[in-house]
């Protein structure tokens, strides 16, 4: 007997006899437990999909023209020295992800048993005429409904979480000096942060880079370790184009001894 028909007899059951023995209720949410659990897709075939859809991912992001992207100065010899560090983030998001659809799982579960048990326990002993099977089956599948659902948003999250840690340690190992937010709020549908918008294309500053430390510029629109970064938020597409160079900062970025520091190396490049 699949989840369906069981909570079919157990919806049935309770409409005729009513709620007269707590004992009874724990057998019946113990079985729709167990039926839910057997109603799911295998946690081995989920947790393959993730890992199949991050490594998809991980492959994308490391692409030159994505490199390029997010990453002007970052030359191949950078990226292929520093595979095995990315890696390791792709390894432990896999990790992370898998778990977190294991928790969401279960709360998905524990709602379902929830909204049945609020159910039967409403209802009087003796039972009840009035009833609507129907319509209880449906409240008390909506969780249930949306499991597979959600499985398929947190992979897509998690790979722009991906993303975001790999970019962070690529940033780290280029020396950026600052990093300019790219938001895809002009995209149609997508529900973006207000104040995710207002960060668009604005330029921060990497506290204590190299540059920072030699009085070459100022924080601009701010520092990026004093916000939640791109991708850090559920469901943020946000990403962050990092910068090296003085030359591709905002002119009110640089101080004075940063201007003249650029203006000489334009002059011995000339």
Request: overall charge positive.
């Amino acid at each position: 007997m699949n989840f369906h028909e069981l909570l079919t007899n157990a919806i049935s059951y309770f409409t005729e006899h009513g709620f007269a023995d707590i004992h009874i209720l724990s057998i019946w949410l113990k079985r729709l437990e167990e039926a839910a659990k057997e109603q799911l897709p295998p946690e081995k075939v989920v947790e393959q999909r993730l890992k199949k859809s991050l490594i998809s991912q991980f492959e994308r992001v490391l692409t030159p023209t994505a490199i390029k992207h997010r990453h002007p100065d970052a030359s191949r010899f950078t990226i292929a020295h520093i595979k095995p560090q990315l890696r390791d983030e792709l390894s432990k998001r896999i990790v992370a992800s898998a778990n977190l659809i294991k928790l969401n799982r279960q709360q998905m579960i524990d709602r379902t048993l929830q909204r049945f048990s609020g159910w039967a326990t409403s209802i009087p002993e003796g039972g009840s005429r009035v009833v609507d099977k129907r319509e209880v089956k449906s409240d008390v599948t909506k969780a249930l409904r949306r499991v597979t659902y959600e499985e398929r948003r947190v992979a897509i999250d998690q790979g722009h979480k991906l993303m975001a840690s790999i970019d962070a340690v690529i940033a780290m190992d280029t020396k950026a000096i600052a990093g300019m937010w790219r938001s895809h709020w002009r995209q149609a549908g997508y529900d973006y942060r207000p104040d995710h918008k207002e960060r668009d294309q604005k330029v921060y500053a990497m506290r204590g880079s190299w540059a920072m430390e030699k009085g070459l510029l100022h924080k601009g629109a701010g520092y990026l370790d004093e916000m939640t970064g791109a991708g850090e938020e559920p469901f943020c597409r946000c990403y962050i184009v990092y910068l090296c160079n003085l030359r591709d900062l905002p002119d009110d970025m640089l101080t004075e001894k940063g201007r003249k520091l650029l203006s000489e190396t334009r002059v011995r490049a000339a």
